[in-house]
């Protein structure tokens, strides 16, 4: 089962599992791994920090870079994985905008589960549980998405989308 050569966003709300999941995907397809968490301005962690959600204005030149990452390089043609919560359809056009073809898979589980993983990540995480809810209000669910429900056993979530992204034509699953 091949997986064709193009880039994937792992997206939802904080908690939903996209850095430990797009990790372990990265690894397995042998592409880079990307965490958009790493790109935050100072600014954007301290917001988030001190409880407050990020508006568009504050997002839009983080999601520039993050699309600028994931340009095509001639150098290192090897396909990539983002981890992003990506909420918006905007946000997710933004990031395509070098990527057409790249490949959107939405992690989503119960806002209890978010909320204890949220709880229990290392102390030095800046998002703290209060803006879950502001995530999920701020979601756009995706119409063309691998849709999972993280709260499974991770391989299984792995197989599942390695064999989306398998099939021809590209196996798009509805919101649930």
């Not at 790493?38 to 988030?48: F, L, Q, T, V």
């Not at 898979?105 to 119960?110: G, N, R």
């Not at 709260?151 to 021809?168: C, D, F, P, Q, R």
Request: with cysteine; charged share 20%.
């Amino acid at each position: 089962m091949g997986v064709s050569l193009s880039n994937i966003i792992i997206m939802g709300v904080s908690g939903a599992g996209k850095t430990t999941l797009g990790r372990i995907l990265a690894e397995r397809l042998q592409y880079r791994f990307i965490d958009a968490d790493d790109y935050h301005s100072a600014e954007n962690i301290a917001s988030m920090a001190a409880g407050t959600p990020l508006s568009d204005t504050q997002r839009y030149p983080w999601l520039i870079r993050l699309s600028d990452l994931l340009q095509p390089e001639e150098e290192n043609p090897c396909g990539k994985v983002l981890a992003c919560s990506a909420l918006k359809s905007t946000h997710r056009a933004l990031l395509m905008r070098h990527c057409p073809d790249c490949r959107v898979v939405w992690l989503y589980a119960e806002r209890s589960i978010l909320e204890e993983r949220v709880r229990n990540r290392q102390q030095n995480h800046f998002m703290p549980p209060q803006l879950i809810d502001s995530q999920l209000q701020a979601l756009e669910v995706p119409d063309q998405a691998i849709a999972i429900n993280n709260s499974g056993n991770i391989t299984t979530m792995i197989e599942t989308i390695l064999a989306a992204l398998s099939a021809t034509p590209p196996l798009l699953q509805s919101p649930p």
